[in-house]
Antibody, heavy 116, light 113 residues
Framework: EVQLVESGGGLVQPGGSLRLSCAAS????????MHWVRQTPGKGLVWVAD????????TYADSVKGRFTISRDNAKNTLYLQMNSLRDEDTAVYYC?????????WGRGTLVTVSS | DIVMTQSPDSLAVSLGERATINCKSS????????????LAWYQQKPGQPPKLLIF???ARESGVPDRFSGSGSGTDFTLTISSLLAEDVAIYYC?????????FGQGTKVELK
């Protein structure tokens, strides 16, 4: 069974940092591009970043470029999102998702709250 | 960025009746080389992540009931639930994966009448 399990969310002050993880199982992780997508009540679903199969190519939404870094460890079947210089507007549930053209597998998400 | 606009924002449908959701993209998401539309539909129930229903605008994901169907091409797309069940109450999103940044529609809430 395909499983994606996010962790690492929590409450952080503006300007702070968090590192999210997404543990993958049930499929050949190294064979898939992976994404982070976030969701807020006000702005709906917003794509954040993606990474190719070996981690050599990454792409970011303009809103997080220069602040967030997506990476992966194929030996550990884990996807990461390093989030620095966090802002109030980064508050959201963060999902990791598997790329098969569309996103055909999602984790249950981890909540990030940026607040003083 | 490609803007995805769904209509209506919400929809109340009786059990067994048809539900139709529209999605319009600000530019074509049809790849001429493959003749495929890079358009997906997702269903999201409260407290759950989105679930892929339809990809390439009209291909049903494995395990998705055949009452769900997708149609359209270029910039105009439709998700149809042919006969609504109670378990179909959810928010539905369209998404383009034609060009970065991937973008989603604002969502359509389907409720029971």
């Amino acid at each position: 069974e395909v499983q994606l399990v996010e962790s690492g969310g929590g409450l952080v002050q503006p300007g702070g940092s968090l590192r999210l993880s997404c543990a993958a199982s049930g499929f050949t992780f190294s064979g898939y591009y992976m994404h982070w997508v976030r969701q807020t009540p006000g702005k709906g679903l917003v794509w954040v970043a993606d990474i190719d199969t070996d981690g050599g190519t990454t792409t970011y939404a303009d809103s997080v470029k220069g602040r967030f870094t997506i990476s992966r460890d194929n030996a550990k079947n884990t996807l990461y999102l390093q989030m620095n210089s966090l802002r109030d507007e980064d508050t959201a549930v963060y999902y990791c998702a598997r790329d098969h053209g569309a996103f055909n597998a999602w984790g249950r998400g981890t909540l990030v709250t940026v607040s003083s | 960025d490609i803007v995805m606009t769904q209509s209506p924002d919400s929809l109340a449908v009786s059990l067994g009746e048809r539900a139709t959701i529209n999605c319009k993209s600000s530019q074509s998401v049809l790849y001429s080389s493959s003749n495929k539309n890079n358009l997906a539909w997702y269903q999201q129930k409260p407290g759950q992540p989105p679930k892929l229903l339809i990809f390439w605008a009209s291909a049903r994901e494995s395990g998705v009931p055949d009452r769900f169907s997708g149609s359209g091409s270029g910039t105009d797309f439709t998700l149809t639930i042919s006969s609504l069940l109670a378990e179909d109450v959810a928010i539905y999103y369209c998404q383009q994966y034609y060009s970065f940044p991937w973008t989603f529609g604002q969502g359509t809430k389907v409720e029971l009448k």
